[in-house]
């Protein structure tokens, strides 16, 4: 028997890795802890000089790269506006991306969202389409709504002193849990669709968004009203939750809550 020690494991070696929305909500995770590991990040966004809508500046930033990370948003709920804000951004990146060796792209999704087609989410279920038909391997994480909705929606909809919300069964993920899973993800082969991500507890929207409120001195009544059409059906029947085969994070919301006090 050999007395020579078992060697330890080695990390991953420093990849380049883009990220597309690299200065939004879970884009400006990915990219801190990404450069914590040691990689080396390139930022696609306006304020480096790349326009993913229009593709300017994408052939120069992507020299290089080997992996994308696309986590770009915008705040339309209309089916139109998002299915053309995704699919042009979509196959901006992909066709950059083949132009220039990219070997993976890693596409953010949402739970749920082939049970509910329309709105913000049409544009994502033509993300994913445009992914999965690419040439450029690739993996899709899909998570549930991150803590921030709660703040992202309130005000949206104002009656006088009244905030209303959309009647909403949640399962609120930490974003940077999901930029955690994401830096996994862009770091291993390429692997199609992996395990979903959700929070550790499912809440109701309304109640979210109150303690919320309540936790940064907004003022107003908070209410909850049902939408109606499929949407809102989704929204209230649990389909934008995640199955049993998920995995989960660990902060909850009330942990959350307490980092923006």
């Known amino acids: 028997m050999s007395n020579e020690p078992t060697p330890s494991p080695q990390p991953d070696p420093p990849a380049r890795i883009a990220v597309a929305g690299g200065t939004g909500t879970v884009g400006r995770h990915v990219v801190e802890i990404a450069r914590r590991r040691g990689h080396d990040v390139v930022v696609l966004s306006r304020t480096t000089g790349v326009d993913l809508v229009a593709g300017t500046g994408l052939e120069e930033a992507l020299h290089g790269v080997q992996v994308v990370v696309d986590v770009s948003s915008q705040v339309s709920q209309k089916s139109s506006e998002s299915r053309d804000f995704f699919g042009t951004v979509t196959r901006n990146l992909l066709a950059a991306e083949a132009g220039a060796g990219v070997g993976h792209h890693v596409a953010l999704s949402i739970v749920g969202i082939d049970r509910a087609p329309h ?29 921030e909705f709660a703040s992202q929606i309130h005000g949206a909809v104002t009656l006088g002193p009244l905030h209303v919300v959309p009647r909403m069964l949640s399962e609120p993920v930490a974003a940077a849990e999901v930029a955690d899973r994401l830096v996994d993800v862009a770091t291993a082969p390429a692997a199609g669709r992996v395990r979903d991500l959700g929070g550790p507890r499912r809440e109701r929207m309304v109640d979210m968004v109150r303690r919320w409120a309540s936790a940064t001195g907004r003022p107003g009544r908070v209410v909850a009203v049902p939408l109606p059409g499929a949407l809102g059906r989704a929204m209230r029947d649990g389909s934008l939750v995640t199955g049993a085969d998920a995995d989960h994070g660990t902060t909850t919301f009330d942990q959350w809550l307490e980092t923006v006090r």
Do not use: C, D, M, N
């Not at 279920?125 to 998570?143: D, M």
């Open 119 to 147: 709105g913000y989410y049409a544009g994502k279920v033509l993300q994913e389409e445009l992914v999965r038909a690419s040439e450029v391997p690739w993996s899709i994480l899909r998570a549930t709504q991150f803590h």
